[in-house]
């Protein structure tokens, strides 16, 4: 059995253990690139879908009828690893804000009768023995059913995508909307009673989907909510509604515009964003003049999709959503994930985020401080990562942290190495591991790369060590750690644990699981590296006098279990953090943290 020992040295002098590979660039200087391996996860738990299609088609959508939703004949999609190619490819191929407005267009021209589910093609085509939670999207005030169109590759991957149209000239009511839901959940529940449904809504399609689970409290159902329209009494839009239809010809283009300007994003802010991710100014700019060309296209196509009687029946039907949702919250008992955008103009959202939170038992929030309204057609906002991360995605009526794990992207794994690099960048951290022959070498090469591994060291000052080793291993080996973590990672306040904090969140994308038994004998079993700190959470508060000191339990029974399943234990050191600080009072966490 191969040994291995690292130590994370936390010194000043010392140059940087994390390798990128180094390019020169037109200046001359080097630069970084982007991660572009194959991440190594066992395959158990590999659940990227590679999509195959059989043929071209105009449009981008199958309808779905009533019998289709009593007997779906859809294909099975092929599991596949990841892969950085696929990634690549996946990157080029996601649609813009142009791809809603083109296929909105292709929608509603042949529009007419009730509304109905359609199934975007680009999220692939399952088979209704998959175990893939079915998804409904259910549309804001525009009703086309597009609104997650930059979201349905990935989305694809994970769940069974069905998204709501609302024809133009369709009038049905609130409470006929509601019965077509139900009707769909239940048909969905008699047939997978042991998965959940997604109810994904924006701004109207957030009040459906509350009274639909105010409804239904005994449903498994888990709602993703963006800007809820459940705080439509503070709206702008209430000002259009004394209006009457003859009287709406002169306002209603200035009406559009405004609609328009809230969908395509801040201009300046969009400019200044290039900006500072390193694009040039001139081709900024230059860019963004064609942009601007191309949306005053879109006003004609948004005419069409909420043309003044549309527009008002919406509104009406917006008010009386607001009002069902807000009356019957307290009956909602369904898990909810809030979406708010600190630069929504139509609505209140943040605040409103905040206080269905207070008001509903099983709820999270998420902010989005730069996003509009149209949360789910800007750039940057990846529906799939922020359901992982606030540890949402599950198949089960539980959730199960080893099997319903989805691996990171290379993006999410460079987005987390960036958000700690500022640690990397202080402390001048160095890895060092030992190979077979004994010989000591800086880097990870001495961890073995098959596993399954059992990675066994103390805890520093909070912890802190942990945060860049995990991403740090999948740049330089290949090798996803799984790392075991205090419950209180997976705790929000109302669960008596510490506050469900952002940081947190990058811990489940990068596959934490809560300390247990059952998940322990789960990931040795399923051939995973693991990293372990038998000492807890009480290791990573030494108090004064207490440097380096262990609180390893007197009975070691992971031993026992990584025994059994052949895996190679690897023991390391970590020196240096604990002499850079010292925490004086624990008072703050002294309930919490026992």
Not at 7 to 20: E, H, N, T, Y
Not at 305 to 311: A, D, S, V
Not at 329 to 346: E, F, H, N, P, W
Request: hydrophobic share 40%; proline share 5%; with cysteine.
């Amino acid at each position: 059995m191969t040994t291995a020992v690292g130590a994370c040295v936390f010194s000043a002098d010392s140059s940087l253990a994390f390798r990128w590979d180094m390019t020169p660039s037109s200046s001359g200087k080097a630069k970084r690139n982007p991660m572009s391996k194959r991440l190594a996860v066992p395959t158990a738990t590999a659940t990227t879908r590679k999509i195959e299609t059989t043929s071209k088609t105009m449009r981008s959508f199958v309808e779905k009828n009533s019998s289709e939703l009593e007997a779906d004949t859809k294909q099975r999609i092929k599991l596949e690893k990841y892969s950085s190619e696929s990634e690549e490819q996946e990157g080029n191929s996601r649609k813009w804000l142009k791809d809603y407005f083109d296929e909105a267009k292709d929608m509603i021209k042949s529009d007419g009768g009730p509304p109905r589910w359609f199934s975007p093609l680009e999220c692939g085509s399952h088979n209704r023995n998959s175990r893939s939670p079915l998804l409904l999207f259910l549309p804001g005030i525009d009703g086309v059913g597009l609104g997650l169109i930059r979201q349905h590759q990935r989305l694809g991957e994970i769940f069974d995508v069905w998204c709501l149209h609302i024809p133009v000239t369709d009038r049905t009511s609130f409470t006929g909307l509601l019965k077509l839901i139900e009707r769909t959940i239940r048909s969905e529940n008699c047939r997978s009673s042991n998965r959940p449904v997604y109810l994904v809504g924006e701004s109207l399609g957030a009040c459906l989907a509350l009274a639909v689970a105010a409804r239904n409290p005994d449903m498994d159902l888990v709602l993703i909510l963006a800007n809820p329209a459940t705080s439509f009494r503070k709206s702008l839009l209430q000002t259009i509604m004394p209006i009457p239809a003859e009287l709406m010809s002169g306002q209603m283009t200035l009406t559009l515009s405004y609609l328009l300007s809230l969908m395509t994003g801040d201009p300046l802010k969009m400019a200044i964003d290039s900006i500072v991710k390193g694009l040039f100014l001139q081709s900024t700019i230059q860019e963004r003049s064609q942009d601007f060309v191309a949306m005053s296209s879109y006003l004609p196509v948004l005419a069409n999709i909420l043309p003044k009687e549309t527009l008002l029946w919406k509104l009406e039907l917006l008010k009386s959503a607001s009002a069902y949702a807000n009356a019957r919250l307290d009956a909602v008992k369904a898990q909810t994930l809030i979406l708010c955008s600190g630069r929504d103009q139509l609505l209140p959202s943040e605040e409103e985020g905040d206080r269905l939170c207070r008001a509903l038992p099983n709820c999270q929030t998420r902010r989005f401080g730069g996003g509009g309204h149209f949360l789910f057609l800007e750039d940057g906002v990846d529906l799939v990562t922020t359901i992982k991360g606030a540890g949402y995605y599950r198949r089960g009526r539980i959730v199960d942290y080893v099997s319903d794990f989805i691996p990171p992207t290379t993006i999410e794994v460079n987005k987390v190495y960036e958000e700690y690099r500022w640690m990397v960048d202080l402390t001048s951290s160095v890895m060092l591991s030992t190979l077979p022959d004994g010989k000591i070498v800086r880097g990870l090469s001495g961890i073995p790369s098959e596993g399954p591994v059992l990675l066994v060291g103390n805890h520093m000052l909070l912890g802190l060590e942990a945060l860049p080793m995990v991403p740090t291993f999948v740049i330089e080996r290949n090798i996803l750690v799984r790392a075991i973590a205090h419950p209180m990672v997976f705790f929000n306040a109302k669960d008596g644990g510490l506050p469900d904090l952002v940081t947190y969140d990058t811990f489940r994308i990068m596959g934490s699981v809560p300390v247990s038994a059952i998940n322990f004998y789960k990931l040795v079993s399923s051939k995973a590296h693991v990293l372990l700190y038998p000492g807890g959470v009480r290791e990573a508060f030494h108090r004064k006098g207490e440097e380096y000191k262990l609180f390893w339990p007197e009975s070691s029974e992971f031993v026992r279990v990584a025994a059994a399943f052949g895996a190679k234990i690897v023991p390391f050191g970590v020196v240096g953090e604990d002499d850079l600080a010292q925490v004086i009072k624990l008072e703050y966490f002294h309930f919490s943290l026992q």
